[in-house]
């Protein structure tokens, strides 16, 4: 694939997030239309989520016919060229009216990310990323942190309900005993963005899905950050996952997340 063609899918996910980010605020302004159902324990899904993947995936199969498509909600086929949507990441947020969600549209080459684009139209924030060109916060320039003190450093943790609410537990325990603040926010995507931008130093969650990070790790990346999972590879999986300013995989941070086996 050429830097061109890279270029051409980027410029479009700029645009779909914004058409996306304004699909969904016509049901977050409008709370009769709100529907919602849950799928699991707190994991939450609202007519939103099903009408904006819908639309990407309308949009993307009209300008690239060739192209394979993802969604979190409607699933999809793996491809060379390939589209990996969360309509909506943190749907809890966006149901319960709380301005912490976003639209992540990633696109991937032979299964490496190579365009990265997550929209949280309540913060009006895009953060955007293309392999080679950098990392964007609305068109200017971010950076990770340089924290090096595990004492200075403030760290995520994402939680799943897929796995016991004791591991969840047991790793805010260690890394805050290790020194370091912990928080949650309930958006793994924006969450990377928050690293890629220097506001947290190292994102951790024990089991992650490819929507959820699929355009968050050009970001982090293309941001100066790192990102690993506890085999040390780059796989698009659903398995424990790290992505940091590169300070954090120098401590003891990296090694206590980790879960064996899986669900």
């Not at 365009?115 to 060109?133: C, D, K, N, S, W």
Request: negative net charge; charged residues 20%.
């Amino acid at each position: 694939m050429t830097d061109t063609e890279i270029e051409l899918r980027y410029l479009v996910a700029l645009g779909l997030a914004q058409e996306a980010g304004a699909l969904a605020m016509s049901y977050a302004n409008n709370r009769e239309r709100m529907a919602t159902r849950m799928k699991g324990r707190q994991d939450f899904l609202t007519e939103a989520d099903g009408a904006v993947e819908m639309m990407l995936r309308s949009r993307i199969a009209r300008v690239f016919p060739n192209d394979g498509f993802v969604g979190e909600e409607g699933g999809g086929d793996g491809a060379e060229n390939l589209w990996i949507v969360d309509p909506i990441d943190g749907t809890a947020n966006f149901a319960r009216g709380e301005p912490h969600w976003c639209i992540s549209i990633g696109f991937l080459h032979k299964m490496k990310p190579v365009v990265g684009v997550i929209h949280a139209p309540v913060l009006g924030e895009t953060f955007a990323a293309r392999q080679g060109a950098g990392a964007a916060l609305n068109g200017g320039p971010i950076r990770v942190s340089d924290t090096t003190d595990i004492h200075a450093a403030a760290i995520e943790i994402g939680w799943s309900d897929r796995l016991p609410f004791e591991d969840y537990l047991g790793l805010v325990a260690k890394i805050g005993g290790m020194g370091a603040s912990t928080k949650r926010s309930a958006s793994g995507a924006l969450g990377l963005c928050w690293v890629a931008a220097g506001r947290t130093d190292a994102y951790l969650e024990l089991h992650i899905n490819s929507w959820d990070v699929a355009a968050g790790i050009v970001i982090v990346e293309e941001a100066g950050g790192m990102f690993t999972d506890v085999w040390g590879g780059k796989r698009m999986d659903t398995r424990t996952a790290i992505y940091s300013n590169g300070q954090a995989h120098d401590c003891p941070v990296a090694s206590l997340a980790t879960h064996d086996g899986d669900t």
